[in-house]
């Protein structure tokens, strides 16, 4: 593998979110595998420290919300937003990032920026067909299909009338959410749209048998060798049987949570961590090769 090239990794917020913590676990298995890391986000959010752990952290605009008059008396002499993005682009190049990675379909513009650099494009895409739309009003989603040069891409009512009020419990965000898994049965993903879950996989190698709508994104292919049931979507009555058989038959259960805990190893950390490098070393030695 070649080592000690730059990527620069180009993400839409720095939030608790999975895409932006996915770039991040991204950028720090190339980081321990030789590769110089950095990084380009549209907007901060609370793990921009831990993004700063592993390389430096650009922004594709200036923080100027608490800025001194001064400061922003001094952004525009210096030509206001043109004239950061000019130095920007400087500073960026000055790295010379020989790969360059987008995490979702919100960063079309700053690809369109960014083909200066002449570096090919990865855009590992996060959401599905209606995220695409919506993003895609201010073009940002055509932009990233033409400037990239591959792609990797229930109710109150219910609970209330099923009685199940009191055998639910919110226990809001948490940093570390892997204590919560070992005291689960069954992992229900609702998810509208989801490509490929990260709490899916966790919950998959802690053993959860997996119940989820069909038609939604990445769980039909995890799910195609067993270990959970897909209903149709939106369907709760069918959701809930699938529940209580799981519930009510101890044996059938442990067969259920015994497959998914196979299929997880197809997906885990050094599996995916091994294909990942391969892929991107590739994609640069390729690139250098036509160069």
Request: net charge positive; proline share 3%; hydrophobic share 40%.
């Amino acid at each position: 593998m070649v080592k000690f090239k730059t990527i620069l990794f180009v993400g839409h917020e720095a939030s608790l979110s999975g895409a932006p913590k996915s770039l991040l676990n991204i950028g720090n298995i190339c980081k321990e595998a030789g590769y110089n890391v950095i990084f380009l986000l549209k907007d901060g959010g609370p793990l921009v420290g831990e993004y700063q752990e592993i390389g430096p952290v650009f922004f594709w605009k200036p923080d100027l919300d608490q800025a001194t008059l001064f400061k922003k008396v001094l952004f525009r002499i210096k030509g206001g937003l043109l004239g950061y993005r000019k130095s920007l682009l400087k500073r960026i190049k000055n790295q010379n990032p020989k790969l360059i990675l987008n995490n979702t379909v919100v960063n079309g513009s700053i690809l369109e920026w960014l083909k200066t650099l002449e570096a090919p494009i990865i855009s590992r895409i996060s959401e599905l067909e209606t995220a695409i739309k919506v993003y895609n009003i201010h073009g940002e989603s055509a932009k990233v299909l033409q400037f990239s040069d591959l792609f990797v891409c229930q109710t109150k009512s219910d609970i209330k009338r099923r009685g199940l009020t009191d055998s639910l419990f919110y226990v809001g965000r948490k940093d570390d959410p892997y204590p919560y898994y070992g005291i689960f049965n069954v992992f229900f993903l609702s998810s509208r749209e989801d490509t490929f879950s990260r709490a899916m996989l966790e919950a998959a190698q802690f053993g959860l048998p997996i119940v989820g709508f069909s038609g939604t994104g990445g769980i039909e292919e995890f799910l195609n060798e067993g270990g959970g049931f897909l209903a149709e979507y939106g369907n709760i009555e069918e959701t809930f049987t699938y529940i209580k058989m799981l519930k009510e038959d101890q044996v059938f259960y442990q067969n259920t949570a015994a497959e998914i805990k196979e299929v997880s190893k197809k997906y885990s950390g050094e599996f995916s961590k091994a294909k990942l490098l391969n892929f991107v070393d590739r994609v640069i030695s390729e690139h250098n090769s036509v160069k």
